[in-house]
């Protein structure tokens, strides 16, 4: 079984990363008129007001994982037999798409994605709607601090770090207890938080690399 690249969820994610091409070509036009200092301030602030005065402005951009991380990730699901994934992180569903199918293929299981722009959780509900995977991701609509705090599963094996960069120690804190040897993190962007990398990288219990395009991928050890 391969969902991804079948019907209807291909043809979803054709239309998705079209979108999401337009949109990145647009944000970076508008990226470039800020200075690096300015863009550096509102991509590494752990302030929920610079935060999420960020994403707001943002919330028309899909700010999506590129074709390859997306298909890194429906591969990392497959290879830890995933059934239990949680994403920070959801926009417009383009990987949480990815995570899903790989679920589907799995043999089933469940997707937590956490998302605080309202009008992307319903543009994302549609999608994932449209690629006929609803059943398997629950999208929590809200600041993750809060909706992941609580309602997870006992146990969790892949891990999408992909909201904002400055709260990926703290998502993960919120679910470290979870994960077991062999859960994976994929973290994009890495590289706008040194606390998590020092995290995956020196605290004795992750085995870490940094990958393609900023993308860190750890193993719980
Ligand atoms: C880089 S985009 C995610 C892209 C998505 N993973 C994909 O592949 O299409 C980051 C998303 O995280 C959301 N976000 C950022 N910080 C958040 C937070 N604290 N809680 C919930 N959602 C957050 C933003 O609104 C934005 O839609």
């Known amino acids: ?21 337009a949109s990145q070509a647009l944000l970076m036009q508008q990226m470039g008129a800020l200075s690096s200092e300015e863009r550096a301030a509102l991509m590494a602030s752990a302030r929920s007001a610079d935060y999420q005065a960020f994403y707001t402005r943002a919330k028309a951009f899909h700010l999506a994982v590129s074709r390859k991380t997306g298909a890194l990730l429906y591969m990392y699901a497959r290879m830890t037999r995933a059934r239990s994934v949680v994403e920070f992180g959801t926009s417009f569903g383009v990987s949480t798409l990815h995570l899903a199918a790989a679920l589907r293929d799995n043999g089933g299981g469940l997707l937590i994605s956490a998302e605080f722009e309202s009008s992307k959780v319903a543009a994302a509900r549609r999608n994932i709607a449209a ?85 860190e991928v750890s193993v719980r050890l």
């Open 1 to 21: 079984m391969n969902t991804l690249t079948q019907a209807p969820v291909s043809t979803v994610l054709e239309r998705l990363f079209a979108d999401a091409d």
């Open 131 to 215: 690629a006929g995977l609803s059943d398997l991701v629950e999208v929590r609509e809200g600041d993750a601090q809060e909706t992941l705090a609580g309602g997870l599963p006992e146990s969790i094996d892949l891990v999408l770090l992909d909201g904002a960069k400055a709260l990926y120690p703290a998502v993960l804190s919120l679910l470290e207890s979870r994960l077991h040897a062999g859960s994976v993190l994929v973290a994009d962007n890495a590289d706008w938080s040194p606390e998590y990398l020092e995290i995956v990288r020196s605290s004795g219990r992750y085995f870490s690399q940094a990958l393609h395009e900023d993308v």
